[in-house]
């Protein structure tokens, strides 16, 4: 495997490479897995502003607007072990929705956006080491849903940067408190053009 090579996501027009350096990663039948190491992660703490941005993530240029979807699946053995969809900018304009292992040891959609500190939020416990997970461009802003199937959606996040910086999509996986996390992005989907609208389910 190599990190510094540029990849090619199936049905993506944008070419990857690597933010942070993997485990392991591999492309196959459609599939991209990603292993984090140990006590790696994206996160500026709100209240101290410690900041750890060393998690490998696979990050390309996608044009417009633009809707991508997958199914992610993650071997959630620590608390905060995660498979995300993610947006970079820079060190301190990112954004993140990760299905992610809480606390309590139970999957969840969670979204993370920074914008100078992480603004953190919890949202629905999927109850399963597996869902899908969708990232929007909508001209100056972009939203976030989840769904159970991969056909009717559910919103978590609409928001905005600063300024219009066209951040990077990509991939990532992360273990914070654990010694490592291995995700599978699957039946990845990238459509241009926006959402029409944002609470509707399509």
Not at 44 to 55: E, F, K, R
Not at 88 to 98: F, N, Q, R
């Amino acid at each position: 495997m190599a990190t510094s090579a540029v990849w090619q996501v199936p049905g993506v027009p944008a070419e990857f490479d690597w933010l942070g350096v993997p485990v392991h990663a591999e492309m196959g039948g459609g599939s991209l897995v990603v292993a984090a190491g140990g006590h790696t992660d994206w996160f500026v703490d709100p209240g101290s502003g410690a900041t750890v941005l060393n998690a490998p993530a696979l990050l390309g240029a996608a044009p417009g607007e633009y809707t991508l979807s997958c199914r992610v699946e993650a071997e959630l053995r620590a608390t905060f072990d995660a498979g995300a969809l993610v947006l970079w900018a820079d060190e301190h304009t990112w954004a993140k929705l990760a299905l992610e292992r809480s606390p309590q040891g139970e999957a969840m959609v969670v979204s993370v956006v920074t914008r100078g500190e992480s603004d953190d939020c919890n949202s629905v416990i999927v109850g399963a080491e597996s869902t899908w997970l969708r990232v929007a461009s909508l001209g100056p802003a972009y939203a976030f849903h989840f769904s159970l199937d991969g056909r009717r959606w559910q919103f978590v996040r609409h928001f905005r940067f600063p300024e219009r910086t066209a951040p990077r999509i990509g991939f990532e996986a992360q273990s914070p408190t654990g010694e490592g996390c291995r995700a599978r992005f699957s039946e990845i989907v990238y459509r241009p053009g926006p959402l029409t609208d944002l609470r509707d389910g399509s």
